[in-house]
């Protein structure tokens, strides 16, 4: 795991493997400056969990998910990376009631005040999450 952080930012780029998802999800814990935003950092966690995920099921074969995060005064932004197809982010929605996936667009449309799509030499998908 290549781990780069201090108390506002985390660079982070794992493996495409499952095990990433979990990591990732505990990277995001030792956020210091996320201490005083509990509610926040369980949103972020749960956004990071579902984005890593889709990383390891769509991120192509180069093998690398990478996670930006930093801390703002007043919000928080991070950026996940893979080298999949990518998607257009205009077609979110959400999926049947019976299906047993496909929620996590959905459920980052809803819990991020922002979000997008860029394609930089890797698909990456960013959201931003205000800070009370």
């Known amino acids: 795991m290549d781990d780069s952080r201090d108390d506002r930012r985390l660079d982070l780029s794992l493996p495409a493997e499952t095990a990433a998802i979990v990591q990732a999800r505990r990277a995001v814990d030792r956020v210091d400056a996320l201490a005083a935003h509990p509610e926040a950092r369980f949103a972020?966690?749960?956004?990071?969990?579902?984005?890593?995920?889709?990383?390891?099921?769509?991120?192509g074969d180069r093998g690398r998910i990478t996670l930006e995060l930093e801390v703002f005064d007043n919000r928080v932004r991070v950026e996940i990376g893979d080298h999949g197809e990518g998607f257009d982010p205009r077609d979110v929605s959400m999926p049947d009631e019976d299906a047993t996936s496909g929620r996590g667009?959905?459920?980052?449309?809803?819990?991020a005040d922002r979000w997008g799509v860029?394609?930089?030499g890797e698909h990456r998908?960013?959201?931003?999450?205000?800070?009370d």
Not at 105 to 111: G, R
Not at 125 to 131: C, D, K, R
């Open 44 to 59: 972020l966690r749960m956004l990071v969990s579902e984005l890593f995920a889709n990383g390891v099921k769509h991120g």
């Open 105 to 111: 667009l959905a459920l980052l449309d809803s819990l």
């Open 125 to 131: 998908v960013w959201f931003e999450l205000a800070l």
């Open 118 to 120: 860029t394609r930089l």
